[in-house]
C-alpha cells in the first residue's frame, strides 16, 4: 500500500474541494543548520511531490534561480499528498500543507504569522547539538498558539548525535515521553515515512465556516519581478475564487484575483481555495507594502465584518544611518533602497545629512541581523560601498513641556530640559551550558539586564530569561556573549516594550566642533566609558595637524573625556635642490588631491578611513552574521 | 640628488631645446657637475652614486670610472652649448658653478678643474662667479685643495654631517671628526670659502649630541652652514634596518627641536638663516648657486641622473626640465654616440611653473612675493599668520615670510598657499 494517494485517491484532495478532515497544515520549527532544508526535501520526495530524479535537478535550479532573483522563489508552502490507513484498514488522503517560518531572530512577528497560519509545528532538533534559544522562544509561540507539536531529533545518523540525551531534552520542553521523539534522518530518510504519519495522526484538522464572508490570513508576501506580489494566505471561513474582488481589510484596499493556486513544488493556479487551504494570491500590486503580513483578506461583494485580529505594522526596531562612501554613488543608494523596499516590507528610510559623512539615508531595521542583510544586499547586489553609522535604538523623550520627541538618530536628542526617556526593551532568552551561569549573569548584568527566572533544560543546560534593553544587545552583547561561554550560548529575544532609563547622550568635538555622526545615547553609567573609548579611537585616527587638536566627550556642557591629538611640529622636506624639485611638485600636487578626500570638521581634516575605522559597527554588523550562521 | 627619475615625456633624441624658449636675459645661469663616485656608500645615502667596486664587478669590462669621467663630462658641456645656441641662449655667461656628488674630491682636483676650464672656455663665468665642490674632509689635503683654488674654484662644502662617532658611525661616515677643523683650515689657508654639512635627528643622536655638533661647526668659524634633517629613504640600507627594527624610526619632534637648536646656536653664532635649511654669516656668504634653484633660474646639471632646468618664454610662465640617464656608463655610451645623455623631461605650463615658484620662493629669506600667490593663496595668509606660519610683519609688505615653526611646516604653508 503505497503512502503516496492514487489517482482515485487524489480526486477527494484536490484545492478547493478538500474537506477540512483531509487537511493538514504544519511548520517545522528548526534552527538554521539543523536540517530543515534536508527534512523538507525528503518529505518532497517520498511524496512524490518531486520524484528522486528530479529531486538533484530541482534543488539546482533553485539554487540558480535564488541566486538570480534573491528569495523570492522559496517555496513558502508547499501542498503535499499523503495516505495512511484508518482504523479499518483502508486508504485516506491527506493534504500536507508545510508552512515556511523565517528562521531568524528579527523576525518574530512573521514566525507569529506563519505559526498561525497551521495547526501544528514539528519541532527539529540536531541530535548532536540540542535545542537552541531562537528554536526554544519559537517553540513557546507555537505552544502558546495551542499547535500541536511533533517533536523530531534529525541527524541521528551523524556519529556525534546523543538522541537519548536531548530527547530528555526536549521531553522535558514539551511535555510527553522521551520514547515519544521521533529519530529521523533528513539525510538518509530514515524516519521521514513515521513523521509524515505521525503528522496526520497528531495536528488536528483545521476548522471553518463554509459559509462565512471570506476571511484568510496573510503569512508572506513576496515581490516576484515577474508576477509582481505573491501572497501567501491560509483561508480560515469561506472560499476565495479566481477573478472575484478582495479586501485587504487593513487598508481597505481593493484588488482583483488575477491568479489564485497552491504550491506543489510549482505555482499550480487552482479553482480557488477552501476553509484550511493553504496557497498564493496574485492580484498585480508591486509593492509588498499592499500586502502586508497578518492582514486579512476578504471578499468584496460578501465582506466579513471581523478581521483575523493578530494584524501588526512591521515596526523598525534599531536604526543606522547609511552613507556611500564614495558622495556621487547616494543616487544609486536612493535606488536600491527603493529596489528592497518592495520586497520588504519592514524597511524605512528617509534621507540624512551629516556634516563628517555628507548624504545617506537614516534606515530603520527589524534588528541587527535585518540590517547587516539589508547592508550586504545593497552592497553586494548594487555594487556599494557604504559607511554604517552605529546601530542605534528608538528612543521616546518627554520634555518637561510634556510635548514627546521620538529620537530615531542621537544627532536628533533634544537639548532643552528632559523629563523623562523611555527606550526600548527585550526579552531575551539564553541557552548555555550550566558551567556558563556566572559569566552571563555577569555580562547581563553590566548590560543592564533583569533575569526573569531560569530553568534547567538538563542536567547541564540552563535556559535563563532576561529583561534588557534593546540598545545594550545592539551592542557588541552577542560577540560578548559567545566569548564568554566559548560559543556555546544562543541567544533570542522579542520586543518587551519600553522602559523609562537614565540616559544621556555623550557627543564627540572636535577642537570644540561636534561631529554628528560620532554621537550616541547611552546609559549615564557609561557615558565615561563611551567617551574614553572613542577619544581614545579618534585620538589614533586622526592625523595631526599644524595645531593641536582637542578631542573631547562631552555631555551637554560637561566635558567627560579628553584626549589630543598634538600639533604636528614639522612637516618640510629638508632638501630641496635641482633634483628634488619635480618630485617636490609631484608630491604636493599628490597631497592635494588627498586632501579632497578629507572632511573637515571645523579647522580639522579627518580622513574618511578615520570615520570608517570610528564607527565600524564591526561588533553589531557581526553580531548579527554569526547568529544567521549558528 | 633624489635617485629616482621622475616620470617624464621622453626627450628629443638629438637633445634639442623647445623653440618657444626666449632669450633668457633676465635670468641667472648656473652649471651643476655630478659626480658619481664614492668610496663606500653610507647606509642612508640614497644619492645616485656608485663605488669603485659596484662598477667594477659590471659585466663587459667596459668600466666608465673615475679615469675617463671629466672627458665624458666635457662632451656633454660641447652638446648643451649647441644645444643653446640653437634656441638663443648661448650668450650668457655662467654665474655659479656647483661640482655635487658622491664624491667629487674622489676624482683628481686637476680633473675637476679640467671641467671648470671646459664650462669657462664655452660660456666664460661671470665677474666674481661661485664655484663650489662638494668634499668628504678625509678625501682633501692642503695641496688638493690649493689646487682647486689655483684652478678657479672659490668655496669648499664639507660633508661634515656630525662631530660625534657613535652618530657618524650609525651614518656610516668613514671619517674622523677630529679632521674636519684641519680640513676646514687648509681650505681657508688656500683662500677658499667653506661651508659644513650637517645632519640631525639620526637615530640613537641624543640632543646633547646634536649640539656637540653645532658647537664643533661654530668653534670651526665657517661663514655657511647646512643642516639637514635626517630622511630614511626608501631603498637604502638604512630603510631596511628600520623596517626590521634594527634602528628607531627617525622621530619629527626630535628633528624638530633638534631644528630650533640649531637655528639658536647659529643665530647666536652670528649665522642667520636665508633657506630652510641653510645659515650664512652675511647675505654675500649664501650659496648663490643653490638660490639660483629656489628662484627658479636656469641651471645645466652634467653628468648621470643630472636635472636641468630652463624657464622663461615670450608668451607666459614655461620652462623646461629634464634629466640625465642615472648610470655612468649608460652616460658615457650615450655621449660616445653622441646622443642625448637626457632620459626623460617635462614642459611645466602656468600651473606647475606657479606651484614650483611657490614651493621654492617660501624657502627662503628674501620670501615669495604675494603676487606671485593665487586669490585663494592670498585669502590664507592671515591664518596662517594668526597660526604663527608667516610673518605679519612682511605679509603686510606684500611678502610670504616664514616665521621660524613656519619653517618647520613650510609644506603645510604651501599646501595652504596653493590650495
Redesign the interface.
Known amino acids: 500500500m503505497s503512502p503516496i494517494p492514487s489517482a482515485q485517491l487524489s480526486s477527494r484532495i484536490q484545492p478547493a474541494a478538500t474537506p477540512p478532515e483531509l487537511l493538514r497544515n504544519f511548520c517545522i520549527i528548526a534552527h538554521i543548520d539543523h536540517g530543515k532544508s534536508t527534512l523538507a526535501d525528503r518529505m518532497l520526495q517520498l511524496t512524490g511531490v518531486v520524484d528522486a530524479r528530479a529531486m538533484r535537478a530541482q534543488y539546482l535550479d533553485r539554487m540558480d534561480i535564488e541566486r538570480e532573483r534573491g528569495i523570492t522563489i522559496k517555496s513558502q508552502a508547499v501542498r503535499m499528498p499523503w495516505a495512511v490507513a484508518d482504523e479499518q484498514g483502508a486508504l485516506v488522503p491527506y493534504a500536507l500543507n508545510m508552512i515556511d517560518t523565517p528562521g531568524h531572530v528579527d523576525f518574530t512577528y512573521e514566525v507569529s504569522r506563519s505559526l498561525a497560519a497551521c495547526e501544528g509545528a514539528v519541532l527539529l532538533v540536531d541530535a548532536a547539538q540540542g535545542i537552541e534559544a531562537q528554536t526554544l522562544a519559537n517553540l513557546y509561540l507555537a505552544m502558546e498558539n495551542d499547535l500541536a507539536i511533533v517533536p523530531v531529533l534529525n541527524k541521528i545518523d551523524l556519529p556525534a548525535a546523543q538522541p537519548e540525551k536531548y530527547a530528555e531534552e526536549i521531553a522535558g520542553l514539551v511535555g510527553g515521553d522521551p520514547d515519544d521523539v521521533l529519530r529521523v534522518s533528513g539525510k538518509t530518510g530514515e524516519g521521514v515515512e513515521v513523521l509524515l504519519d505521525k503528522i496526520v495522526r497528531t495536528v488536528p484538522a483545521p476548522h471553518g465556516s463554509a459559509d462565512a464572508p471570506a476571511r484568510a490570513m496573510i503569512f508572506d508576501s513576496v515581490y516576484d519581478t515577474y508576477r509582481g506580489v505573491v501572497t501567501y494566505v491560509r483561508v480560515v471561513d469561506g472560499q476565495l475564487s479566481p477573478r472575484e474582488k478582495i479586501v485587504m481589510m487593513s487598508t481597505k484596499a481593493h484588488h482583483e484575483l488575477l491568479e489564485i493556486g497552491v504550491i506543489s513544488p510549482e505555482a499550480m493556479p487552482t479553482k480557488g481555495l477552501g476553509i484550511g487551504e493553504v496557497g498564493y494570491l496574485i492580484t498585480g500590486v508591486k509593492d509588498v507594502r499592499q500586502s502586508k503580513v497578518g492582514d486579512t483578506v476578504t471578499n468584496q461583494s460578501k465582506p466579513a465584518s471581523e478581521s483575523l485580529g493578530g494584524y501588526a505594522d512591521p515596526k523598525p526596531m534599531v536604526f543606522s544611518g547609511l552613507y556611500p562612501i564614495d558622495g556621487s554613488d547616494y543616487p544609486v543608494l536612493r535606488d536600491a533602497l527603493d529596489k528592497l523596499k518592495l520586497n520588504d516590507a519592514a524597511l524605512v528610510y528617509e534621507p540624512e545629512t551629516s556634516v563628517a559623512l555628507g548624504f545617506g539615508f537614516r534606515v530603520g531595521f527589524l534588528g541587527l541581523l535585518h540590517l547587516e542583510i539589508v547592508r550586504e544586499r545593497l552592497e553586494r547586489e548594487f555594487d556599494l560601498d557604504l559607511i554604517s553609522t552605529a546601530p542605534n535604538v528608538v528612543y521616546d523623550v518627554t520634555m518637561e513641556d510634556r510635548s514627546v520627541i521620538t529620537v530615531t538618530n542621537p544627532s536628533e536628542f533634544p537639548g532643552g530640559k528632559v523629563g523623562e526617556i523611555r527606550e526600548p526593551v527585550v526579552k531575551a532568552t539564553i541557552l548555555a551550558p550550566s558551567e556558563f551561569i556566572g559569566a552571563v549573569m555577569e555580562l547581563c548584568q553590566t548590560r543592564r539586564g533583569e533575569l526573569g527566572g531560569m530553568d534547567y533544560l538538563s542536567a547541564d543546560r540552563v535556559e535563563m530569561r532576561y529583561t534588557l534593553p534593546l540598545a545594550e544587545i545592539v551592542f557588541d552583547f552577542f560577540d560578548q556573549l559567545k566569548s564568554k561561554t566559548r560559543g556555546y550560548a544562543s541567544l533570542d529575544y522579542e520586543p518587551a516594550g519600553d522602559q523609562a532609563a537614565d540616559l544621556v547622550k555623550v557627543d564627540i568635538l572636535l577642537q570644540g566642533e561636534q561631529v554628528d555622526a560620532f554621537s550616541a545615547i547611552v546609559h549615564k553609567d557609561k557615558a565615561y566609558a563611551y567617551g574614553v573609548m572613542m577619544v581614545g579611537k579618534l585620538k589614533e585616527l586622526i592625523p595631526r595637524q ?2 593641536e587638536v582637542p578631542i573631547q566627550a562631552a555631555v551637554g556642557s560637561r566635558v567627560i573625556a579628553r584626549e589630543t591629538v ?1 600639533a ?19 608630491l ?2 599628490k ?2 588631491e588627498g ?1 579632497k578626500r578629507m572632511k573637515t570638521i571645523g579647522r580639522v581634516d579627518v580622513p574618511q578611513e578615520a570615520f570608517i575605522a570610528a564607527l565600524s559597527t564591526e561588533s553589531g554588523g557581526k553580531d548579527a552574521k554569526e547568529k544567521a550562521r549558528k | 640628488m633624489s635617485p629616482a627619475l621622475p616620470e617624464g615625456e621622453v626627450p628629443p633624441a638629438d637633445g634639442s631645446l623647445p623653440a618657444w624658449l626666449d632669450d633668457g636675459a633676465d635670468r641667472s645661469f648656473g652649471v651643476y657637475v655630478h659626480v658619481p663616485f664614492c668610496t663606500v656608500r653610507c647606509g642612508y645615502c640614497d644619492f645616485n652614486t656608485y663605488t669603485a667596486s659596484e662598477l667594477l664587478a659590471e659585466a663587459g669590462g667596459r668600466v666608465a670610472g673615475h679615469e675617463a669621467y671629466a672627458g665624458t663630462v666635457l662632451r656633454e658641456v660641447a652638446q648643451a652649448a649647441r644645444a643653446l645656441d640653437a634656441v638663443g641662449r648661448g650668450g650668457r655667461p655662467v654665474s655659479t658653478v656647483f661640482v655635487g656628488g658622491g664624491t667629487p674630491t674622489l676624482l683628481p682636483a686637476g680633473d675637476l678643474v679640467a671641467v671648470l676650464d671646459g664650462v669657462r672656455s664655452t660660456w666664460g663665468l661671470s665677474p666674481g662667479a661661485e664655484v663650489t665642490t662638494e668634499a668628504n674632509p678625509d678625501s682633501v689635503t692642503p695641496e688638493s685643495l690649493a689646487e682647486l683654488a689655483d684652478g678657479g674654484f672659490t668655496r669648499v662644502s664639507f660633508g661634515m654631517q656630525s662631530a660625534v662617532p657613535h652618530v657618524l658611525a650609525t651614518l656610516e661616515r668613514t671619517h674622523d671628526p677630529e679632521r674636519v677643523p684641519r680640513a676646514v683650515e687648509w681650505a681657508r689657508d688656500a683662500g677658499l670659502a667653506v661651508s659644513l654639512d650637517l645632519i640631525y635627528g639620526t637615530p640613537g643622536e641624543s640632543v646633547e649630541d646634536w649640539r656637540r655638533s653645532l658647537d664643533a661647526v661654530v668653534a670651526c668659524g665657517v661663514d655657511h652652514v647646512s643642516a639637514y634633517a635626517l630622511t630614511v629613504e626608501e631603498g637604502t640600507k638604512m630603510a631596511a634596518q628600520v623596517r626590521r627594527g634594527v634602528l628607531p624610526r627617525p622621530d619629527p619632534d626630535d628633528q624638530a627641536a633638534k631644528y630650533e637648536l640649531a637655528d639658536d646656536v647659529l643665530t647666536a653664532a652670528g649665522l642667520g638663516w636665508y633657506e630652510i635649511s641653510n645659515w650664512a654669516r652675511t647675505p654675500d656668504d649664501a650659496c648663490r648657486h643653490n638660490v639660483g634653484y629656489w628662484r627658479g633660474d636656469d641651471w645645466w646639471g652634467f653628468g648621470p641622473g643630472a636635472h636641468s632646468h630652463l624657464g622663461g618664454a615670450a608668451d607666459g610662465p614655461r620652462s623646461v626640465r629634464w634629466w640625465n640617464v642615472k648610470h655612468p656608463r649608460a652616460y658615457a655610451d650615450r655621449l660616445a654616440a653622441g646622443a642625448t645623455p637626457a632620459a626623460g623631461r617635462e614642459l611645466l605650463g602656468p600651473d606647475e611653473v606657479q606651484l614650483e615658484r611657490v614651493l621654492l620662493g617660501v624657502r627662503i629669506r628674501d620670501g615669495l612675493p604675494l603676487d606671485h600667490v593665487d586669490a585663494a593663496g592670498r585669502h590664507a595668509v592671515a591664518g596662517l599668520v594668526a597660526d604663527g606660519l608667516l610673518d605679519g610683519g612682511a605679509a603686510v609688505r606684500g611678502t610670504a615670510l616664514l616665521t621660524r615653526r613656519g619653517r618647520l611646516l613650510a609644506d603645510a604653508v604651501v599646501r595652504a598657499l596653493t590650495a
Open positions: 599644524q595645531f598634538r604636528m611640529r614639522k612637516d618640510v622636506l629638508a632638501k630641496c635642490y635641482g633634483g628634488d624639485i619635480s618630485r617636490k611638485r609631484k604636493l600636487e597631497q592635494k586632501k
